[in-house]
Structure formats: structure tokens, C-alpha cells
């Protein structure tokens, strides 16, 4: 079955704390993942793939196929990035399911 | 950057009535737009993938005679509820697959459509 898991609803962590949203996947082929983020009042946009092995915004995020898990990492949280957080699986032909989300909350 | 309009961003209808939001790519084509539904305090679910030219492919559940979709053109798709029913109310959100030669696939998401359905 092709599922994703977001375990955590809601993260809350004060402001220069590291963060770290879980994700776990489940699927049969070669998986390409996503993070996507909803920040207050806009749009789904992408934050990053796990093909591009890059960093936006800090934040960071590596597969690991022998633990089925594609967590989000940034070393030191900002109140800006308080958002909506989901990962998100490509299942053939950019099909892609997605995450339940985590909302993380950074306060000051 | 590549960006997608949804109109109208809201809704509200009576019950028994058809509804049509539209999906548009501003800036750039789209041979394929996606159709998810969000209920509240839930995850995206996708309904259906809309291509140019040719017929919509729906998800497992979906029911396609409920759901119309038509992707008439490279910059618009439209997803038409028919006959909607309270239990249809949710917000719908489009998005937009660009493809450029020697650019990575990506995926925008239109800002949603809340229908409420009375």
C-alpha cells in the first residue's frame, strides 16, 4: 500500500530550538518524496525534494529507505517558520499522497 | 515564478445544484492539472488528474459523473460538482504539473476553493 505517515499533529518548539518532523513512507518501488508547506493563509508550496539534496530555508531532509523515512530537519527554529508541514510521496506521474501534516508552532 | 489561480475561492450553493471552479497556469502550460479535496483538519486527497485533450483519470472512490473535469485547454482546467450535496462541501484544490526540458517536474498549487453546500 502507498501511505504516508506525518505521527506528529502538532510540534510546538521555542525559537532557536532544532526541529525535526518525522515522515514515514510505504511503498513498493523507488520512492521520490516531497516537503510541502502551507504557511498562514497561503497557498501549498514546495520547501523541498529529496532528489535535489538541497537546503531551503535550513531546512533539510534525507531519505532513508532502510528505515522507510524522510524526517525534516533545521538545526535552529524561527518564528517564520511556523506553518503546516507535509510530506508527500510521488506515486507515478507526479501523483502524489500525502501526509496528514504536521502544524509546527515556533514561539518566541 | 510559475503560478495558479483558482476561481471562485469561494462557494456556497444549494443543495441539488452544479457547481464549476476553474483551475488556471498564469504563466506557463500545463498539459496536467490535479484535483484534491481537503477536509478540515485533514490531509489532501486526490481526486482526479485532468489532462489536455484527453479524459480525466479518477481515483479509486471518486465518482466521475459526480465530479466533471475538463482540461480544454493548456492553461485551464475546470472541476464541475454536479448535483452537489451537503456531504460534498470541502475545499478543493487545484494544482499544476510544469514540465520544461531540463527542468525537475514540479508542482503548483492553486489557493483552493471552500465549497459549502447548504
Known sequence: ?108 | GAVVSQHPSRVICKSGTSVKIECRSLDFQATTMFWYRQFPKQSLMLMATSNEGSKATYEQGVEKDKFLINHASLTLSTLTVTSAHPEDSSFYICSARAVRTGVTDTQYFGPGTRLTVL
Request: aromatic fraction near 12%; charge should be positive; glycine fraction near 6%.
Open chain 1, 1 to 108: 500500500a502507498q501511505r504516508v505517515t506525518q505521527p506528529e499533529k502538532l510540534l510546538s518548539v521555542f525559537k532557536g530550538a532544532p526541529v525535526e518532523l518525522k515522515c514515514n513512507y510505504s511503498y513498493s518501488g523507488s520512492p521520490e518524496l516531497f516537503w510541502y508547506v502551507q504557511y498562514s493563509r497561503q497557498r501549498l508550496q514546495l520547501l523541498l525534494r529529496h532528489i535535489s539534496r538541497e537546503s531551503i530555508k535550513g531546512f533539510t531532509a534525507d531519505l532513508n529507505k532502510g528505515e522507510t523515512s524522510f524526517h525534516l530537519k533545521k538545526p535552529f527554529a524561527q518564528e517564520e517558520d511556523s506553518a503546516m508541514y507535509y510530506c508527500a510521496l510521488n506515486t507515478g506521474f507526479q501523483k502524489l499522497v500525502f501526509g496528514t501534516g504536521t502544524r509546527l508552532l515556533v514561539s518566541p
